[in-house]
T-cell receptor, first 113, second 116 residues
Framework: DAKTTQPPSMDCAEGRAANLPCNHSTISGNEYVYWYRQIHSQGPQYIIHGLKNNETNEMASLIITEDRKSSTLILPHATLRDTAVYYCIVRPWSTGGGNKLTFGTGTQLKVEL | EAGVTQFPSHSVIEKGQTVTLRCDPISGHDNLYWYRRVMGKEIKFLLHFVKESKQDESGMPNNRFLAERTGGTYSTLKVQPAELEDSGVYFC??????????????FGPGTRLTVL
């Protein structure tokens, strides 16, 4: 699976947008970009995924650059409950490539008052 | 709908003892995964079941670990004998049948294993 690079930590003021970057310069054409997060003492939680188009759901937006070498997860109005470690994961869509998630070190997002 | 459940939530055992972790996936999810995070390290994949069959067990660290999913429902992960380095949090996840589309994985809260 392609490797991802994320900043180790970020801070965000409550109510502001949190923009979490991820570099995945070696991503292959059949690989999706997935974002998960892990709130302290809980299991990882799926947030969003995309292939090449921007995606939005009730939790977040995902912006993928045209060359697909990087992406940004946007939490439009961060709250204290969004404090967590955020993982950017690239993963092939082909079932032959396996469905495991390869977690890196992620970004520790701290939302403050 | 009930999520993925894991039992126990915490386990403290002595080196050399045996521990069995249990995971109940979301009903109807054919795919079941085990992951673990050992102290200070990243979350690592252990293995993947499709129903009762092991699809990928490339992440199993050694033969002290045995995973089963008899009947394709719940799964157990046995560690025998446990070593100090096995301490960590063990996560289970499940996802619906693939049908050609990669699905999100739903994680349980994890079992925190401490080996003394």
């Amino acid at each position: 699976d392609a490797k991802t690079t994320q900043p180790p930590s970020m801070d965000c003021a409550e109510g502001r947008a949190a923009n979490l970057p991820c570099n995945h310069s070696t991503i292959s054409g059949n690989e999706y970009v997935y974002w998960y997060r892990q709130i302290h003492s809980q299991g990882p939680q799926y947030i969003i995924h995309g292939l090449k188009n921007n995606e939005t759901n009730e939790m977040a937006s995902l912006i993928i650059t045209e060359d697909r070498k990087s992406s940004t997860l946007i939490l439009p109005h961060a709250t204290l409950r969004d404090t967590a470690v955020y993982y950017c994961i690239v993963r092939p869509w082909s079932t032959g490539g396996g469905n495991k998630l390869t977690f890196g070190t992620g970004t520790q997002l701290k939302v403050e008052l | 709908e009930a999520g993925v459940t894991q039992f126990p939530s915490h386990s403290v055992i002595e080196k050399g003892q045996t521990v069995t972790l249990r995971c109940d996936p979301i009903s109807g999810h054919d795919n079941l995964y085990w992951y673990r995070r050992v102290m200070g390290k990243e979350i690592k994949f252990l293995l993947h079941f499709v129903k009762e069959s092991k699809q990928d067990e490339s992440g199993m660290p050694n033969n002290r670990f045995l995973a089963e999913r008899t009947g394709g429902t719940y799964s157990t992960l046995k560690v025998q004998p446990a070593e100090l380095e096995d301490s960590g949090v063990y996560f289970c996840a499940s996802s619906p049948p693939l049908a050609g589309v990669i699905n999100e994985q739903f994680f349980g809260p994890g079992t925190r294993l401490t080996v003394l």
